[in-house]
């Protein structure tokens, strides 16, 4: 039996300014978990990174509704990778796809964490979003996506604005246009992940409706897939992976230091704060219901 509002018409489910409203639904009716009710407009609100886990419940309760949300497209990217992964990388995707597209990978600098990105991509066949530090690094993931994907690749940053099936952005332009264009990725990497714990760039996350990282920089913290520091879905060592890949250890500086275990202790504190204050539902991301 399907639950409907007192208009007797299915709720529509929209994308508004980083967030999630409700149309069409009062303040009686039973919300998913993540909305609040938001007397400003007399709408049911959520943090736009609820969206799989709204969906969900919406499809679980049989509640009728539309879905103006999502706007991201689906490709079957052809892709022109022809390098065999290593077993850890192997291990890496399955883990993230048994976790609901959801976790985090360690591994060392030049451990190959773009080519897991690059196999989420092609999985995942979504919109893609890559977030990275520096001008420079957007240069380098432009070149790499365009040489590995049959696809138009786009730039926000660095004075260009161009989306396309694959686009590569700065945390500063993705801090600053998420807001608007967060429900236009299916996918979201984010290179560097370290950067994303600090005061501006924390909220360039919340403000998609799909989230998932894959990169990092060898830190303990580097991710390959959004659950804000949530699990681990794999960790190797330097020295466990040496024995893997003949990766020599001079190679390897030592970022962990970059984030001590205090620093990520608070870290997870303050986004669980922020979660309850209805800023920022953090705690179940992916790359979407469909």
């Keep these: 039996m399907l639950e409907f509002t007192m208009s007797a018409k299915p709720i529509m489910l929209r994308f508004d300014a ?10 009686e009716f039973s919300a998913p978990a993540a909305f609040r009710w938001d007397e400003r407009v007399s709408r049911w609100r959520a943090p736009a990174l609820a969206y799989r886990e709204a969906v969900r ?4 309760r049989k509640v009728a509704y539309e879905d103006q949300a999502r706007a991201y497209q689906e490709f079957d990217f052809p892709s022109t990778l022809s390098i065999e992964p290593r077993p850890y990388q192997q291990e890496a995707i399955r883990e993230w796809q048994q976790a609901r597209r959801s976790g985090v990978v360690i591994l060392p600098t030049g451990a190959g964490k773009s080519l897991v990105a690059q196999m989420a991509i092609e999985l995942t066949k979504r919109s893609t979003l890559v977030v990275v530090p520096t001008i420079d690094l957007m240069n380098q993931w432009y070149d790499l ?7 138009e690749v786009g730039l ?6 161009e989306t396309g099936a694959l686009t590569v952005t700065t945390y500063a332009s993705a801090f600053r246009f998420m807001e608007r264009m967060g429900n236009q990725f299916g996918l979201l990497i984010f290179d560097e992940c370290h950067h994303l714990p600090s005061s501006i760039y924390r909220y360039a996350a919340p403000l998609a409706i799909h989230v998932a990282h894959v990169q990092g920089n060898g830190s303990p913290f580097a991710s390959l897939t959004f659950e804000i520091f949530a ?3 794999l960790s190797l060592s330097i020295t466990k992976l040496s024995s893997h890949t003949g990766l020599l250890a001079a190679r390897i500086v030592f970022v962990s230091q970059i984030l001590s275990s ?5 870290c997870r504190d303050m ?3 922020k979660t309850r204050l ?4 953090i705690d179940k991301v992916g790359t979407g219901a469909g």
């Design 18 to 27: 980083g967030t999630l409203l409700l149309d069409g639904a009062g303040s």
């Design 57 to 60: 419940e919406l499809v679980r």
């Design 145 to 151: 996506l365009l040489s590995s994907f049959q696809a």
């Design 156 to 161: 926000i940053g660095g004075g260009y604005f």
């Design 231 to 233: 699990h681990r879905l």
């Design 262 to 266: 205090d620093k990520f202790e608070h």
């Design 271 to 273: 986004f669980a704060l």
């Design 278 to 281: 209805g800023i920022a539902a």
